[in-house]
């Protein structure tokens, strides 16, 4: 019962930056888990970011210190704002939102490329 819309992805050069924005809407109010995954060709599907309902984040090794991901003042919005992109960061990325009662909710997928 949540829909989300995701914005924000294109073609940068390494060493760049690009923010995606993911909007979510419906029943929302279950929500307490908002993050962001990527998937390369031939590869899984890999956690980037998370952020908590209380403002907790959390990274994955390979994007720590050049991601942030962060949210609204209403917590309906989820941002991943990214600097300092290198071509290994190119892949489609996906927003995802759950809570504990609620279940997962994915986007449809942004892609990102990174050309060196």
């Known amino acids: 019962q949540v829909q989300l819309v995701e914005s924000g992805g294109g073609l940068v050069q390494a060493g760049g930056s690009l923010r995606l924005s993911c909007v979510a809407s419906?029943?929302?109010?279950?929500?307490?888990?908002m993050g962001w995954y990527r998937q390369a060709p031939g590869e899984q599907r890999e956690l980037v970011a998370t952020i908590h309902s209380g403002g907790t984040t959390h990274y994955a090794d390979a994007v720590k210190g050049r991601f942030a991901i962060s949210t609204d003042n209403a917590k309906t919005t989820v941002y991943l704002q990214m600097n300092s992109l290198k071509p290994e960061d190119t892949a489609v990325y996906y927003c995802n939102v759950g809570g504990q009662l609620l279940g997962t909710y994915w986007g449809q997928g942004t892609q990102v490329t990174v050309s060196s």
């Open positions: 419906g029943s929302i109010s279950g929500i307490n888990l």
